[in-house]
T-cell receptor, first 115, second 109 residues
Framework: ETGVTQTPRHLVMGMTNKKSLKCEQH?????MYWYKQSAKKPLELMFV???????ENNSVPSRFSPECPNSSHLFLHLHTLQPEDSALYLC??????????????FGAGTRLSVL | GQQLNQSPQSMFIQEGEDVSMNCTSS?????WLWYKQDPGEGPVLLIA?????ELTSNGRLTAQFGITRKDSFLNISASIPSDVGIYFC?????????FGTGTSLTVIP
C-alpha cells in the first residue's frame, strides 16, 4: 500500500464514451501527476499539479482533461479516445514539486482499453 | 526530452544468483531513483540517490550514483523468486524526472 489509490483498476470504453479516472493520495503531499505507461516505452509524463495548479502539460491531446479539486484528489477526464490511447495510466504524488521534494509515489494504475 | 538507456532489457537468472543492471544518460542528473513494478501494480520506490558516488543499500539491493552523474547501477544479491518484476531507473534534471524503459527480471527457482 503506497498511500496513492486509483480507481477504477480496469476500464474498457468505446471511442465515443466519456469516462473519468480518479486518484486519491493519503500522504499529505502537495503535488500530483498523471503518467501514461505503454509497453516497451518509458513512462510518459502527462500532467503535473502543484498546490492544485497545473504546472506541466506535456503536449497532451485535448481528449485528456485533468482536474485537481484539492491537493488530495486528481481526476483525468476522458472523451472520444482512440485505440492507441489504450495503456496503463499511473497517478503519483510527491511532497512538493521542487528539487529534493519531488520523489514520487505511485498508485497501482488504471488499465484502460479503448475499443 | 532526456533519454535514459537502461540495460539489460531482460534477464533470466537462477534463484540465488546476483543481478546487475544499469542506466545511462547523455545528460547530468542530480538525483537517481530505482523503482520496481510488479505485474498489475504501480512502481514502488526502492532506493533514492542524491550525490555523485553515493552507494546506498536496501536489504539485498544496492544502488550507486555514478561519479560522472550520468549513470547509476542497481545490484541485487542472492536473488529470490519474489524479485521477479520490472525495475525502472529515473533521473532528475531540473524539476522533472525521466524514466528508463525498464529491466524485466525473471528468477527461475
Amino acid at each position: 500500500e503506497t498511500g496513492v489509490t486509483q480507481t477504477p483498476r480496469h476500464l474498457v470504453m468505446g471511442m465515443t464514451n466519456k469516462k473519468s479516472l480518479k486518484c486519491e493520495q493519503h500522504l499529505g503531499h502537495n503535488a500530483m501527476y498523471w503518467y501514461k505507461q505503454s509497453a516497451k516505452k518509458p513512462l510518459e509524463l502527462m500532467f503535473v499539479y502543484s498546490l492544485e495548479e497545473r504546472v506541466e502539460n506535456n503536449s497532451v491531446p485535448s481528449r485528456f482533461s485533468p482536474e485537481c479539486p484539492n491537493s488530495s484528489h486528481l481526476f483525468l477526464h476522458l472523451h472520444t479516445l482512440q485505440p492507441e490511447d489504450s495503456a496503463l495510466y499511473l497517478c503519483a504524488s510527491s511532497q512538493g514539486f521542487t528539487l529534493a521534494k519531488n520523489i514520487q509515489y505511485f498508485g497501482a494504475g488504471t488499465r484502460l482499453s479503448v475499443l | 526530452g532526456q533519454q535514459l538507456n537502461q540495460s539489460p532489457q531482460s534477464m533470466f537468472i537462477q534463484e540465488g544468483e546476483d543481478v546487475s543492471m544499469n542506466c545511462t544518460s547523455s545528460s547530468i542528473f542530480n538525483t537517481w531513483l530505482w523503482y520496481k513494478q510488479d505485474p498489475g501494480e504501480g512502481p514502488v520506490l526502492l532506493i533514492a540517490l542524491y550525490k555523485a558516488g553515493e552507494l546506498t543499500s536496501n536489504g539485498r539491493l544496492t544502488a550507486q550514483f555514478g561519479i560522472t552523474r550520468k549513470d547509476s547501477f542497481l545490484n541485487i544479491s542472492a536473488s529470490i523468486p519474489s524479485d521477479v518484476g520490472i525495475y525502472f531507473c529515473a533521473g532528475q534534471s531540473g524539476n522533472q524526472f525521466y524514466f528508463g524503459t525498464g529491466t524485466s527480471l525473471t528468477v527461475i527457482p
